[in-house]
């Protein structure tokens, strides 16, 4: 059970948005600590996609964003295309646990 | 560029030890923080333990607290994770990931992970 609550997958056909919800609570995300998010294509090592709730890193598309609100954040894909194919997860730190957090991953299939 | 590579993993019989290295480069590794995650096979990512670039501060997460040490050798740009008392469930790929710091920065730089399997 992990400690950040993502859907198992989401799907959607070219060219659609697709979005990932990622719920936590008030000792991680409601802390309020920021939220990260990581791409991990099929058999290679996670990739950070998303940092500090909304901030893309140079070379991600702009057709993936983020936000954030309350013990809650959200990644959404739009223009979806089939390389996007790949498990997401959301990232934060937890006070109580005095560690890092993920969620369980969120599998995006392109239809 | 940042260079993270892994070794040490392999197979190992339950209670058994083994130790992993991480080599950095492409950057000044004492002036970052790193940490060890892991990811079962088929299962999600999990944060394992934390180490500030002066050594100063370390944590471990509750399900291998006891039984791992981490340590780095800023001389040698190198990160080392000693694991004891081997489980099945300690079986995953380990990452090594740099961060620029502690609490709220994300991982920024992951290696491409040794695979640590546990069985007999």
């Known amino acids: 059970q992990s400690v950040l609550t993502q859907p198992p997958s989401v799907s959607g056909a070219p060219g659609q948005r697709v979005s990932i919800s990622c719920t936590g609570s008030?000792?991680?995300?409601?802390?309020?600590?920021?939220v990260h998010w990581y791409q991990q294509l099929p058999g290679t090592a996670p990739r950070l996609l998303i940092y500090?709730?909304?901030y893309r890193p140079s070379g991600v598309p702009d057709r993936f964003s983020a936000s954030k609100s309350g013990t809650s954040a959200s990644l959404a894909i739009s223009g979806l295309q089939a390389g996007d194919e790949a498990e997401y997860y959301c990232?934060?730190?937890?006070?109580?646990?005095?560690?890092?957090?993920f969620g369980g991953g969120t599998k995006v299939n392109v239809l | 560029q940042v260079h993270l590579v892994e070794s040490g993993g392999g197979q190992v019989k339950p209670g058994g030890s083994l130790r992993l290295s991480c080599a950095a480069s492409?950057?000044?590794?004492?002036?970052?923080?790193m940490s060890w995650i892991r990811q079962a096979p088929g299962k999600g990512l999990e944060w394992i333990s934390y180490?500030?670039?002066?050594?100063?501060?370390?944590y471990y997460a509750d399900s291998v607290k006891g039984r791992i040490t981490v340590s780095r050798d800023n001389a040698k740009n190198s990160l080392y994770l000693q694991m004891n008392a081997l489980r099945p469930d300690d079986t995953a790929i380990y990452y090594c990931?740099?961060?620029?710091?502690?609490?709220?920065?994300?991982?920024?730089?992951w290696g491409q992970g040794t695979l640590v399997t546990v069985s007999s």
């Open positions: 180490i500030s670039g002066s050594n100063d501060t370390i």
């Open positions: 492409g950057f000044i590794f004492s002036g970052y923080y």
């Open positions: 990931v740099r961060s620029d710091c502690g609490g709220d920065c994300p991982f920024e730089y």
């Open positions: 990232q934060s730190y937890d006070e109580n646990l005095i560690g890092w957090v």
């Open positions: 008030i000792s991680n995300i409601g802390a309020p600590y920021d």
């Open positions: 500090n709730n909304i």
